[in-house]
């Protein structure tokens, strides 16, 4: 049974930074490309960053430059650096292990909020 656990969430001011973990369990991690994606009160979810199994990485316009999606295998983790943050990147942000086009497992969310 896959399980993707996020931690790193929280209240940050304006301009501070956060990281974001994902530990994976029940899967190969190695061999599957990773997703973080958010969502905001009354928006739909939103991908934010995608990193390939061998470590290609694709990010949303709006964090580009601020936001940096890395893997340590041996963990079985995947992080998301957010530096520079701003109030709109205040939401509930998932973990997505990317098994096909069209399968895909999550974990439960961790709250982001950032405010002063």
């Known amino acids: 049974q896959v399980q993707l656990v996020e931690s790193g969430g929280g209240l940050v001011q304006p301009g501070g930074s956060l990281r974001l973990s994902c530990a994976a369990s029940?899967?190969?991690?190695?061999?599957?490309?990773m997703a973080w994606h958010r969502q905001a009160p009354g928006k739909q979810r939103e991908l934010v960053a995608r990193?390939?199994?061998?470590?290609?990485?694709t990010y949303a316009d709006s964090v580009k430059g601020r936001f940096t999606i890395s893997r340590d295998h041996a963990k079985n983790t995947v992080y998301l650096q957010m530096k520079s943050v701003k109030p709109e990147d205040t939401a509930v942000y998932y973990c997505?292990?990317?098994?096909?086009?069209?399968?895909?497992?999550w974990g439960q969310g961790t709250q982001v909020t950032v405010s002063s």
């Open positions: 997505n292990q990317i098994i096909s086009t069209t399968v895909g497992y």
């Open positions: 029940g899967s190969i991690f190695s061999i599957y490309a």
């Open positions: 990193i390939s199994s061998n470590g290609w990485t």
